[in-house]
């Protein structure tokens, strides 16, 4: 299975997840110490059963849906659209669990009432208003997460960075070759438009386990846990399928922009001291001579005329196999006391 599918399946476990504590919750407060002024008085052993059997398959259609708005709507459409498709989908969620509900619930209870008059249920409207709040909930939690990036806000609500503490890791960094000239020529709108788009292909990546870090101007900082990276040589990989995205979509670039982007990259392996800073916008933030020792190989490409340059180190954790390796020479990078052996990588 692909990372891009274990991804998909993390997505909807999630929902799962989440939709059947959300209505465990309203059992709780339903069905513990309240009646039930509608046609089903829900007793809270039967309501639990409810919310083991509807929890799932409403976090299943409710992932999905959240993934096909952000892999194939939600860059293609207005702020105004997004905000449509999004209200029409609960509503639509909302009519699937009334018809689902409505196929379910005799099977529980010994009422039998017509489809209509379940709808309309005095207590089925707060049960929809609940739905429709939590639906939105899930979807601002979604985003948020994919802002932070990876899995960070679990991790942040779990306080695990609120403590600095040491990870070993690959960063890699990626610039846009030609900027000013691309800046010049394309005015600031069409050239932010461009960097949008070579980011959204950059999202290839995550088929190569790679967190994407930041995003600073024309560049973007990729990294990995040690052994992710390592694995599959997903840190040269990462880079080389980043490449072959730009130069599959290279009509559509040269159609709107009379450009075909090409990025370089520097990478570096080794300790990094990983925090939360920030007091009224919360950030993980990396801090240690490995990410400098990272920018400032990329920063090399140029000098030596390459796409993608390596430190020895990096270079000696990595598995040969498919990849050439070529020695470029013992450089001294400004800041470091010794110098630093730099290859380059091909494919």
Same mark, same amino acid.
């Given at each position: 299975?692909?990372?891009?599918?274990?991804?998909?399946?993390?997505?909807?476990?999630?929902?799962?997840?989440?939709?059947?504590?959300?209505?465990?919750?309203?059992?709780?407060?339903?069905?513990?110490?309240?009646? &039930?002024?509608?046609?089903?008085?829900?007793?809270?052993?039967?309501?639990?059963?409810?919310?083991?059997?509807?929890?799932?398959?409403?976090?299943?259609? !409710?992932?999905?849906?959240?993934?096909?708005?952000?892999?194939?709507?939600?860059?293609?459409?207005?702020?105004?659209?997004?905000?449509?498709?999004?209200?029409?989908?609960?509503?639509?969620?909302?009519?699937?669990?009334?018809?689902?509900?409505?196929?379910?619930?005799?099977?529980?209870?010994?009422?039998?009432?017509?489809?209509?008059?379940?709808?309309?249920?005095?207590?089925?409207?707060?049960?929809?208003?609940?739905?429709?709040?939590?639906?939105?909930?899930?979807?601002?939690?979604?985003?948020?997460?994919?802002?932070?990036?990876?899995?960070?806000?679990?991790?942040?609500?779990?306080?695990?960075?609120?403590?600095?503490?040491?990870?070993?890791?690959?960063?890699?960094?990626?610039?846009?070759? !030609?900027?000013?000239?691309?800046?010049?020529?394309?005015?600031?709108?069409?050239?932010?438009?461009?960097?949008?788009?070579?980011?959204?292909?950059?999202?290839?990546?995550?088929?190569?386990?790679?967190?994407? @870090?930041?995003?600073?101007?024309?560049?973007?900082?990729?990294?990995?846990?040690?052994?992710?990276?390592?694995?599959?040589?997903?840190?040269?990989?990462?880079?080389?399928?980043?490449?072959?995205?730009?130069?599959?979509?290279? &009509? @559509?670039?040269?159609?709107?922009?009379?450009?075909?982007?090409?990025?370089?990259?520097?990478?570096?392996?080794?300790?990094?001291?990983?925090?939360?800073?920030?007091?009224?916008?919360? &950030?993980?933030?990396?801090?240690?001579?490995?990410?400098?020792?990272?920018?400032?190989?990329?920063?090399?490409?140029?000098?030596?005329?390459?796409?993608?340059?390596?430190?020895?180190?990096?270079?000696?954790?990595?598995?040969?196999?498919?990849?050439?390796?070529?020695?470029?020479?013992?450089?001294?990078?400004?800041?470091?006391?010794?110098?630093?052996?730099?290859?380059?990588?091909?494919?």
């Amino acid at each position: 299975m692909s990372f891009r599918n274990k991804h998909r399946l993390s997505i909807i476990a999630t929902y799962c997840v989440g939709w059947t504590l959300a209505f465990i919750f309203l059992s709780i407060v339903r069905g513990i110490g309240a009646t &039930e002024n509608g046609a089903y008085d829900f007793d809270f052993t039967t309501s639990l059963l409810y919310s083991v059997i509807m929890g799932p398959i409403f976090g299943a259609i !409710s992932g999905y849906a959240q993934i096909y708005i952000y892999e194939r709507i939600y860059k293609r459409a207005s702020a105004r659209e997004l905000i449509f498709i999004r209200m029409l989908l609960s509503i639509i969620f909302i009519i699937i669990l009334i018809l689902i509900s409505y196929l379910i619930l005799p099977l529980l209870f010994e009422v039998r009432i017509g489809l209509w008059e379940f709808i309309t249920d005095e207590g089925s409207f707060p049960i929809y208003f609940y739905v429709f709040c939590v639906d939105i909930f899930m979807g601002a939690l979604s985003q948020i997460n994919l802002m932070l990036g990876g899995n960070n806000l679990w991790k942040i609500l779990r306080g695990k960075f609120y403590i600095p503490h040491e990870e070993n890791r690959i960063f890699m960094f990626l610039d846009l070759q !030609s900027s000013t000239e691309y800046a010049e020529r394309l005015g600031h709108i069409e050239y932010s438009m461009l960097i949008r788009d070579c980011f959204n292909d950059l999202g290839v990546v995550i088929e190569n386990e790679a967190e994407i @870090y930041q995003y600073v101007g024309d560049e973007a900082i990729l990294t990995w846990q040690l052994r992710d990276g390592l694995r599959n040589q997903n840190c040269i990989n990462a880079f080389f399928n980043f490449k072959n995205q730009l130069l599959k979509k290279k &009509e @559509y670039y040269k159609e709107k922009y009379n450009v075909v982007p090409f990025f370089k990259a520097g990478l570096n392996d080794g300790i990094v001291v990983a925090t939360e800073v920030g007091k009224y916008k919360k &950030e993980i933030a990396y801090h240690g001579d490995t990410i400098n020792t990272a920018a400032r190989i990329q920063g090399k490409c140029n000098e030596f005329q390459q796409e993608l340059l390596l430190s020895e180190s990096l270079k000696n954790k990595l598995n040969p196999a498919g990849i050439t390796f070529e020695r470029l020479g013992n450089i001294t990078l400004r800041g470091k006391r010794s110098d630093v052996n730099i290859y380059t990588a091909f494919k």
